[in-house]
């Protein structure tokens, strides 16, 4: 069993949906939901011609370390998989998500859910304003689950109707004052496990214009977790070279 099949197997952990922008009835957008999304660099979005980061899970209590690096190119919609197998054989794999249909099997089932997945924990802020069929919600001062004090409450909720893995899933998000997200509460809409995951949004780091969390740690479940990204970097448009995060 590969590297890749396993976190088929264990994906649903940290991102059960599936969802894609208005796939079902479009939710009146608070102004925070645009906020947030420029917040993190979405109104320079369009200058970026490459997008690469190595998504890292570690799971102690599973045993489960995993690692999977992507190149993404927003306005193509070509993407880059690498990582390694069992064995530890160099993988790569390069397809286009406009032509999902004519992928190979392992590219529809595996790694472009795979894909989807890392891309929601880079850029959550910005699926917050593209997905319009969540209903989000805004509370103030509300209770942080993992550290002391409070914060303004972004609840983002997914629609039961709407397809992927597990409609109704919510994404409680907590913003500092200065506006970016300091934890999360993901609550699970359908009944596998974990229900409840919490995770911090710490080691902000620019890549570009774009401001990314690299480091999530907290608990599903009970049980340690950590999401981390690496080997961050961003292409400008008419720019050949690689700018890191720092």
Same mark, same amino acid.
């Given at each position: ?10 994906? $649903?952990?940290? =991102? ?6 208005? @796939? #079902?009835? /479009?939710? !009146? ?91 929601? $924990?880079?850029? =959550? ?6 997905? @319009? #069929?969540? /209903?989000? !919600? ?109």
């Amino acid at each position: 069993m590969t590297k890749l099949r396993r976190f088929t197997m264990i994906r $649903w952990l940290f =991102f059960g949906v599936l969802l894609l922008a208005g @796939t #079902s009835r /479009a939710q !009146t957008r608070p102004p925070i939901a645009e906020q947030l999304a420029k917040t993190y660099g979405f109104d320079s979005f369009g200058q970026l011609d490459a997008v690469r980061y190595t998504f890292n899970l570690e799971l102690p209590a599973l045993k489960v370390s995993l690692s999977r690096t992507w190149t993404w190119e927003p306005k193509t919609g070509q993407v880059t998989y690498e990582s390694k197998d069992t064995d530890g054989k160099p993988v790569k794999v390069t397809y286009n998500r406009s032509q999902l249909n004519n992928a190979p099997a392992n590219v529809k089932d595996e790694i472009e859910p795979g894909f989807v997945n890392d891309n929601y $924990w880079f850029i =959550f802020p910005f699926h917050v304003y593209w997905d @319009t #069929s969540a /209903a989000v !919600t805004v509370k103030e001062k509300q209770k942080l689950p993992l550290a002391n004090g409070t914060a303004t409450l972004v609840s983002v909720k997914y629609p039961a109707e709407a397809g992927g893995y597990t409609p109704g899933d919510t994404w409680d998000l907590f913003l500092g004052s200065d506006g970016r997200v300091k934890e999360f509460t993901y609550h699970r809409g359908g009944p596998k496990k974990p229900s409840l995951l919490s995770t911090t949004w710490a080691g902000y780091k620019k890549a570009g214009p774009l401001l990314v969390s690299t480091d999530h740690r907290g608990m599903a479940d009970g049980k340690a977790a950590r999401i981390f990204f690496t080997n961050v970097a961003v292409k400008l448009t008419g720019s050949d070279k690689w700018m890191d995060a720092q």
